[in-house]
């Protein structure tokens, strides 16, 4: 799939609806995009278009999701056509859609251009009472067998390659939880803007949010 397909209008149908975690992520999921391809993101020379980031919003003049998680649902039940999001929330919409008594196909790719990539992460306080418990804890959690039966369930990839013949073969074998080394390539990882190009993020985002 190329990023900038979903630019275009679907006949008969929605146009692409972005998450509303903010302005900062919207860009940088549409990095590929904005950045014209450049996979490492310039951060001092990226200008942000207020037109592209505009046509990816459904309506300009309507609201758009009020929490981060209305897409999921959205697309499970076939109210949008496309949607900019997290790979995990996506798979939840992919398997909503699937169980649903109108069943929806729910279709998860990453884009030619690239995408962002993220990871969960677990951190102990600097003031834990019993740090130990926190580290064994951890220990027990990246288990192999442990890790697998989280990534069954959530149906996301984990970071412990041992666990892999623990995962189910479906899951393993699906290159939208395990992408190949190829595509893996065209990823990348957020970084921070920097303060002028946060001011300038946060007014695009108000112009398309307000319509004007």
């Given at each position: 799939m190329v990023f900038s397909s979903m630019l275009k209008p679907v006949p008969g149908g929605s146009r692409v609806v972005l998450p509303a975690s903010g302005p900062a992520s919207a860009v940088t999921l549409c990095c590929p995009c904005i950045a014209k391809g450049q996979l490492a993101r310039p951060c001092t020379s990226v200008r942000v278009d207020h037109l592209t980031l505009s046509q990816l919003v459904e309506n300009p003049h309507s609201p758009m999701p009020q929490r981060s998680s209305q897409y999921v649902s959205d697309l499970a039940s076939g109210e949008v056509c496309v949607s900019i999001g997290w790979s995990g929330a996506l798979q939840q919409a992919r398997s909503r859609g699937a169980q649903a008594e109108s069943p929806v196909k729910v279709v998860y790719a990453i884009p030619k251009e690239g995408a962002m990539i993220w990871f969960d992460m677990m951190a102990v306080p600097v003031?834990?009472?019993?740090?130990?418990?926190?580290y064994a804890f951890m220990d027990y959690l990246m288990e192999p067998h442990i890790i697998a039966?989280?990534?069954n369930v959530v149906r996301e990839a984990n970071g412990n390659a041992a666990s892999l013949p623990f995962v189910a073969e479906t899951?393993?074998?699906?290159?939208s939880v395990y992408p190949s080394n190829e595509v893996f390539k065209r990823l990348?990882?957020?970084?921070?803007?920097?303060?002028?190009m946060n001011r300038e993020i946060a007014r695009a985002w108000t112009r398309i949010k307000t319509g004007e």
């Open positions: 003031d834990a009472p019993h740090p130990e418990n926190a039966d989280i990534t899951l393993r074998n699906d290159p990348y990882p957020d970084k921070p803007w920097p303060p002028e």
